[in-house]
Nanobody
Framework: QVQLVESGGGLVQAGGSLRLSCAASASISSINAMAWYRQAPGKQRDLVASITSGGSTNYADSVKGRFTISRDNAKNTMYVQMNSLKPEDTAVYYC??????????????WGQGTQVTVSS
C-alpha cells in the first residue's frame, strides 16, 4: 500500500509558476512509474507528465516546455515545476503511482488532489 500526499497548489496569475510535490509513504525507488494528472471541472482526468523509475519522462503536448517533472528518491517525493502558467492549466492535480509486482500484478495509487487556479 502506498499513500500519496500532494501539496503546493494555489492561486497564481497567468505567467506565474508553482511547484507541486507528491510525498509517498513508501520508497519511490520501488515504484515503477509516477505521474501527474489533472482534472478540470466537467472534464476527464488527463495525464500531464510521467516519470519512470529509470528517470524517463513524458509530457502532454499542452505542457511541453513549461512543466518539468522530477523525483527525489532520497525524499520519496515527486515534483512538477510549472512555469508560464495559463488559465487553461486550472484544474485539480493528482499524483499517481504505478507498482507492478514481480508476479505482474498491477497496483494504482492516487493522491487526494491539490487545486491549481490560474487567473487571467
Amino acid at each position: 500500500q502506498v499513500q500519496l500526499v500532494e501539496s503546493g497548489g494555489g492561486l497564481v496569475q497567468a505567467g506565474g509558476s508553482l511547484r507541486l510535490s507528491c510525498a509517498a509513504s513508501a520508497s519511490i525507488s520501488s515504484i515503477n512509474a509516477m505521474a501527474w494528472y489533472r482534472q478540470a471541472p466537467g472534464k476527464q482526468r488527463d495525464l500531464v507528465a510521467s516519470i519512470t523509475s529509470g528517470g524517463s519522462t513524458n509530457y502532454a503536448d499542452s505542457v511541453k516546455g513549461r512543466f518539468t517533472i522530477s523525483r527525489d528518491n532520497a525524499k520519496n517525493t515527486m515534483y512538477v515545476q510549472m512555469n508560464s502558467l495559463k488559465p487553461e492549466d486550472t484544474a485539480v492535480y493528482y499524483c499517481h503511482a504505478l507498482v507492478i509486482t514481480p508476479f505482474a500484478r498491477r497496483y494504482d495509487y492516487w493522491g487526494q488532489g491539490t487545486q491549481v487556479t490560474v487567473s487571467s
